[in-house]
């Protein structure tokens, strides 16, 4: 039987009781969560966790870079000075922790495994903002031990050598590098003048590690850059590249003004991932 998972792109507050009934009532086997709860507040991103928290169907939540970080964090990282958030350091590890707490009996997916049958779901780096540096380096120091891209690349790999399914399917906030420098790319910037490719490179290296190590990645599934592009147009949503099926679900609002909640549905058939973008009313 293929597994289904539903996948929610940045949710920025706008996850209310009716996406509750809606996958509890859905064929889904689970629902991935990529991250961005709300805005700079920390409060509305706890309140959302605790929401999708009353879900019957199995949750795996990634945390974007709003989740669980200071306004001043957020602005040190934007502006390339991240001293400016050292700070609020410890307040970033204890909105984690109740983030954590809010989100049980879910699953809050970090540089960890989560198995669907016999697909395993690999849970990639936490609030990632994208691009060539590691944000928050403190906080991932301090706990998970990651003080660089190099550090975060290793712990991605050896999350793959610990996976005992041969297919796998990675989640994260944000999609890896390789997949295009323009602000239409499925990762492209579409903020700096000159474009660039905003993916994660350690993600890039934990896909590529696992193909060499002989793992059948089904599908790698991200949010982050929105689909709407910053000065008119949209981004491609989904990319296939050497069997493997890169998908962004971050269409924001993904509850637009006709109240219809969005999701992308994916299904994992054999050695075959298809991506289908799903509007539901209530």
Not at 25 to 54: E, H, K, M, T, Y
Not at 217 to 244: C, F, P, Q, S, Y
Request: hydrophobic share 40%; glycine share 12%; net charge negative.
């Amino acid at each position: 039987m293929p597994t289904v998972l539903a996948v929610v792109g940045d949710i920025h507050a706008r996850w209310d009781d009716h996406d509750n009934a809606l996958f509890d009532a859905s064929d889904v086997d689970g629902v991935l969560v990529v991250g961005d709860l709300a805005g700079l507040r920390f409060g509305p991103a706890r309140d959302v966790a605790a929401r999708i928290a009353r879900l019957s169907k199995r949750v795996v939540l990634v945390p974007g870079n709003h989740d669980a970080s200071h306004a001043v964090q957020l602005l040190g990282e934007a502006i390339a000075r991240p001293g400016l958030g050292r700070p609020f350091v410890g307040t970033q590890a204890r909105n984690l922790a109740a983030l954590r707490e809010a989100t049980a009996p879910q699953e809050l997916g970090a540089y960890s495994l989560h198995p669907f049958g016999d697909v395993t779901v690999i849970a990639g780096r936490p609030h990632s903002m994208g691009g060539p540096s590691l944000a928050f380096a403190p906080h991932l120091t301090a706990i998970w031990g990651v003080s660089d891209l190099a550090a975060s690349a290793e712990r991605l790999c050896a999350l793959v050598d610990a996976c005992v399914t041969e297919r796998v399917v990675f989640v994260a906030h944000n999609g890896p590098t390789g997949l295009g420098p323009t602000p239409s790319d499925i990762w492209g910037c579409d903020f700096k003048k000159d474009g660039g490719d905003w993916g994660d490179p350690d993600l890039e290296r934990g896909v590529a590690y696992a193909r060499e190590r002989g793992k059948r990645v089904l599908a790698v599934v991200a949010g982050h850059m929105h689909r709407r592009i910053r000065g008119g147009g949209r981004r491609a949503w989904k990319v296939e590249r050497d069997g493997t099926l890169y998908v962004n679900a971050a269409e924001v609002p993904r509850i637009d003004r006709d109240g219809r909640h969005h999701h992308v549905r994916l299904v994992l058939d054999g050695d075959t991932a298809t991506a289908t973008d799903v509007w539901e009313t209530p």
